[in-house]
């Protein structure tokens, strides 16, 4: 079963910190807290779409082909997701 | 069918820009057509009985309401969103018009014609306050009064998928920009 890392508190909704590192190799263990990747922070809608925003050379217009919706569609996607991430970088 | 209503709540969001201009461009020159053959005069907000327009007048008119609409909707969707595209506002006007060609067929027969007049008629010998209007004239009052919210919508809707206009203000922006459309247009239409 693939899993899926969680990245909201169950309990009250905030953004989850990285507590602890390990390595499968050694056993080592690394402990500390740190932030989670911007990209983690996105929903797996907008992971999604970043990935397929990558894998059609950053063309909307290929993009909106292959999803079958509009143009202006793909591209208010896009805008609300940069707003999005800059309100995560604040 | 899930499809076909996603497609009648909002058709920018999913067909193709080109696709959109094809079908509008066919349905505008359908709409004058029908617009000459039921004697109707189209404005933005309004539809008037006409006795004998020429095909020119038409034309003209209906030229009128697309470029109006479209340079004042594309304006506000500049300042709104600065990526605003002309084809995505031009492509609203021309597909949110096609209910109003569909309304068109209000006046098959001369009825609409028929009935507003014997209503004003009605009106002006006081016997409105006496007799009730036919169902039928009802029902086509009805299904003209859908179709024409249908378009307004369908021009809100489209806007805000060509700017992504989010708040209440530009909403408010929208309605009183059509308006102003209108009353603008509508003395340059009643002067041809």
Redesign the interface.
């Given at each position: 079963m693939k899993t899926k890392l969680p990245t909201l508190c169950p309990s009250c909704e905030s953004l989850l910190n990285v507590s602890q590192l390990s390595c499968e190799n050694c056993q080592t263990v690394v402990q500390g807290t740190y932030p989670l990747p911007i990209f983690l922070k996105l929903s797996p809608k907008e992971q999604e779409f970043i990935l397929q925003f990558f894998l059609t050379s950053g063309s909307l217009k290929e993009m909106a082909a292959q999803l079958g919706i509009s143009y202006p569609t793909v591209r208010n996607q896009l805008d609300d997701m940069i707003q999005h991430i800059k309100d995560l970088n604040i | 069918m899930n499809k076909l209503l996603q497609l009648l709540k909002n058709p920018?969001?999913?067909?193709?820009?080109k696709k959109?201009l094809f079908f509008g461009i066919f349905s505008f020159i359908i709409g004058i057509f029908l617009a000459y053959y039921f004697q109707l005069q189209r404005q933005i907000l309004r539809l008037n009985i006409l006795e004998t327009p020429t095909i020119t007048q038409v034309i003209i008119w209906h030229f009128i309401i697309v470029a109006s609409l479209a340079i004042m909707f594309f304006t506000l969707g500049k300042i709104i969103?600065r990526?605003t595209?002309f084809l995505?506002i031009l492509n609203t006007v021309l597909i949110a018009l096609i209910p109003i060609y569909i309304s068109f067929f209000q006046n098959f027969n001369n009825f609409l014609t028929v009935q507003t007049t014997q209503m004003l008629d009605a009106i002006k010998d006081g016997s409105i306050y006496t007799q009730s209007p036919p169902v039928l004239f009802i029902l086509v009052g009805f299904i003209g009064l859908f179709l024409f919210i249908y378009y307004i919508y369908l021009l809100f809707i489209g806007f805000k998928?060509?700017t992504?206009a989010k708040k209440t203000s530009h909403y408010v922006l929208f309605f009183v920009l059509l308006i102003i459309t209108d009353i603008l247009t509508s003395g340059l239409i009643n002067s041809i």
């Open positions: - | 920018f969001a999913i067909i193709e820009d959109l969103n990526k595209r995505d998928t060509a992504n």
